[in-house]
């Protein structure tokens, strides 16, 4: 498998990925973790060969097929969802391309040349299995649970989640024997990600994959490989064996430097009582030396220092009145066709409400329904006194100015009702500080950028926060962070989400969406 051998990648001054060396096993399934912009999809990036690194070497052997999900979806896909995945074997779209390009020559002026370059390409064509590929791809878009009827669909209608199970058919199409993840469980719901693990579960190759999930790191991952500071650390086992050996490490080498410290104390009480004898002047210069060399060995005992924890509160302006949302019998979707009928949601003051769901059944179309993006198709839908909307979505990050830095897209997205001082503070709440607060926001990473997006939110003390995937890109503590403001938040919430352990740390009720076309509030617990 692929060989990293000394590797090194700085961004300026700072360094991303220090002299690190690897060789990844066959068939393990390897999970990535580490604070947002320490580095885990800049690594990726370097395996792919999508940047390049300062120094050192990554070896590819000729026999290895690389498969790689990217965070988000292809901004311009294919007219179908059969096509986009056919897509997905580069290969042979390349040699298919190549044989319509020879048949069109030999319709326009054959020769015998002509032909011989036709029968060449078509014979590699077929000897790849060229004429089963459509086939393979409708099989497995099957697998995924793409039904038959919308094979021939654009993919730009369907949701977030399904665009991201097109991705991954696209690669599993190519046949691949390393599978490079790049938070895969983003976007997916329950079902999906539930079928997702199983089948990496039983993926016959080597799995690379960056997560902020701990449930699904604990039940895929046999090894943990921590980015943290420019150290890339490996670790056998799931997350949960990696806290215990992280912690095991620490306190070990926090033993061997005390006790090193012990001897360079001793070591210099003899020196400062015997420095001054000539009959000891020997012995204390040879113990000197051996300080020296205590020291050598104590800076080479490297002590994880632990990510800083980002830590906030959201404020209220004024508050609400009671009633904050109202629909009765609402009918929500697009271009009058219903995604979801008969809802009747009333949301009061205070409430924490989690909408479930698969992927499809319309929460994010609900969500846009209520702050007024697309039209409620039937019912009706009241918004309540003094209700002053935060609204949170992922697609928000396209809304960043990628050329102004983190602190003057807060001032932006903010129409500069926040100052100078007021923009940084929040940041800062959030480990954007100094001068990441001044870098420019193409620089930053998903998780960087989410968390301006979060900034600005929380700037404008709105006292209803709707809240669409909102741990997307975030790393475990940002969203451990955000989870304890929401339950802190003297305001209301509406989320979607599929991160359970989000849910259950804030939710008051849960709004579930089903494929019966009906909704219900329960209360959550």
């Not at 395996?47 to 097929?65: A, F, H, L, M, R």
């Not at 058919?169 to 976007?187: G, M, Q, R, S």
Request: proline residues 3%; hydrophobic residues 35%; contains cysteine.
């Amino acid at each position: 498998m692929i060989i990293v051998q000394n590797l090194v990648k700085k961004f300026g001054d700072r360094v991303i990925i220090r002299d690190f060396s690897y060789h990844f096993p066959k068939n393990a399934r390897i999970g990535i973790i580490g604070a947002n912009g320490a580095g885990k999809t800049t690594f990726l990036n370097l395996i792919t060969s999508i940047d390049e690194y300062d120094s050192g070497e990554i070896i590819i052997p000729k026999n290895c097929v690389l498969g790689y999900l990217p965070q988000a979806p292809c901004e311009n896909p294919k007219e179908t969802i059969l096509e986009e995945c056919v897509s997905g074997h580069i290969k042979l779209c390349d040699l298919n391309e190549k044989l319509h390009k020879v048949l069109k020559k030999m319709e326009e002026n054959y020769s015998d040349e002509v032909y011989a370059e036709y029968e060449k390409v078509e014979r590699e064509f077929s000897d790849n299995d060229g004429y089963a590929l459509e086939s393979e791809a409708k099989g497995i878009l099957f697998n995924l649970g793409f039904e038959t009827s919308r094979f021939n669909d654009s993919p730009l209608v369907l949701s977030g989640g399904w665009r991201m199970r097109l991705e991954l058919a696209k690669l599993l199409v190519n046949n691949p024997n390393f599978l490079i993840l790049d938070e895969p469980t983003n976007h997916l719901d329950l079902p999906s990600l539930t079928w997702l693990e199983q089948y990496l579960k039983s993926f016959q190759g080597t799995l690379l994959f960056v997560s902020h999930d701990r449930d699904f790191l604990n039940n895929l991952a046999d090894q943990i490989m921590q980015i943290s500071k420019g150290n890339v650390s490996i670790y056998h086992g799931n997350f949960d064996d990696f806290l215990e050996q992280r912690e095991s490490n620490v306190l070990s080498a926090k033993k061997q430097k005390e006790t090193l410290q012990r001897k360079q104390d001793h070591l210099q009480a003899f020196i400062d009582r015997f420095k001054y004898k000539p009959t000891k002047a020997r012995q204390a210069k040879s113990k000197m030396k051996m300080i020296e060399r205590i020291k050598e060995v104590e800076d080479k005992i490297y002590i994880e220092e632990a990510d800083r924890k980002p830590a906030f509160k959201i404020e209220v302006e004024k508050q609400s009145g009671k009633v904050v949302l109202e629909i009765t019998n609402g009918t929500i979707g697009y271009d009058n066709v219903p995604l979801n009928r008969n809802l009747n949601l009333r949301i009061i003051r205070g409430n924490k409400i989690a909408i479930i769901g698969a992927n499809g059944i319309g929460k994010t179309t609900l969500l846009r329904t209520i702050v007024g993006e697309i039209p409620l198709l039937t019912g009706e839908m009241s918004v309540g006194s003094n209700v002053s909307i935060g609204y949170y979505t992922q697609s928000q990050i396209d809304i960043l100015d990628p050329e102004l830095d983190a602190l003057e897209n807060v001032l932006q997205l903010t129409d500069n009702t926040v100052n100078y001082q007021q923009a940084r503070g929040v940041l800062g709440c959030l480990l954007i500080t100094q001068d990441d607060a001044k870098k420019r926001v193409k620089v930053l990473s998903g998780g960087e950028k989410s968390k301006v997006i979060i900034a600005a939110l929380l700037a404008r003390r709105n006292n209803f926060l709707i809240l669409d995937e909102p741990t997307n890109h975030l790393d475990m503590s940002s969203t451990e962070a955000l989870s304890n403001a929401l339950s802190e938040y003297n305001g209301t919430v509406l989320t979607v989400s599929h991160n359970r352990a989000f849910i259950s740390s804030f939710a008051t009720h849960i709004f579930k969406m089903d494929k019966t076309l009906k909704a219900e509030l329960i209360e959550a617990g």
